[in-house]
């Protein structure tokens, strides 16, 4: 199985400014036919089921606001919030959908 | 509107069966395939278990952690998933989600039911 890890596990940041979310896999999830890492983020809030940011590790679903950002490519990536709002508060997730089982990330917190 | 709606969680004693369901609309079902995701309270999510669509040979996959206890399913003529889970332990306490792929050959969960709970008391 693909490992993902994530760190930090948790992190404050102030309003305003950038939270930095890392996400390591075991093993490559860059297919090398079509050049796509197969890596995606996702949101969750309190009480809610998450929801997808980003998909192909870069490409953002298109409603989500601009100051997410996702990079990376092979086995590395991360998933930058630049300009945190209050409603930016949540765990979030990678999950590598490259093979199965489509491993997911311990999560990671961001706090205000 | 693709909507998912999962049923069928409850509070089961360890060792019996359940069965969840997964209700597509919105879409073509039989086009996507479906996956389960679980989240045990207050942890992180976990993939379970994937079935594929026909065009795909409805292949089927699940985690090791319930590989042999949970079987998934689909009847595409009813538009539902199911997740039969036998066996249960109380690890498999968990909110139990749908998922669907953003595309037919787009793989990233880009739709999600509420989830269901299911309760295995130790």
């Known amino acids: 199985d693909i490992v993902m890890t994530q760190s930090p596990d948790s992190l404050a940041v102030s309003l305003g400014e950038r939270a930095t979310i890392n996400c390591k896999s075991s093993q490559s999830v860059l297919y090398n036919s079509n050049r796509k890492n197969y890596l995606a983020w996702y949101q969750q809030k309190a009480g809610q089921p998450p929801k997808l940011l980003i998909h192909?590790?870069?490409t953002r679903e298109s409603e989500v606001p601009d100051r997410f950002s996702g990079s990376g490519s092979g086995t590395d990536f991360t998933l930058t919030i630049n300009s945190l709002q209050p409603e930016d508060v949540a765990v979030y997730y990678c999950q590598q959908y490259y093979k199965t089982p489509r491993t997911f990330g311990q999560g990671t917190r961001v706090e205000i | 509107e693709v909507q998912l709606v999962e049923s069928g969680g409850g509070l089961v004693q360890p060792g019996r069966s359940l069965r969840l369901s997964c209700t597509g609309s919105g879409f073509t079902f039989g086009d996507y395939a479906i996956t389960w995701v679980r989240q045990a309270p207050g942890k992180g999510l976990e993939w379970v278990c994937f079935?594929?669509?026909?065009?795909?040979?409805?292949?089927?996959d699940c985690a090791a952690s319930v590989g042999g206890r949970f079987i998934i399913s689909r009847d595409d003529s009813k538009s539902i998933a199911y997740l039969q889970m036998t066996s249960l332990k109380s690890e498999d306490t968990a909110v139990y989600y749908c998922?669907?792929?953003?595309?037919?050959?787009?793989?990233?969960?880009?739709?999600w039911g509420q989830g269901t709970l299911v309760t295995v008391p130790s």
């Open positions: 998922t669907r792929g953003r595309g037919v050959v787009e793989p990233a969960a880009g739709y």
């Open positions: 079935i594929g669509s026909k065009t795909y040979g409805e292949t089927t």
């Open positions: 192909w590790a870069s």
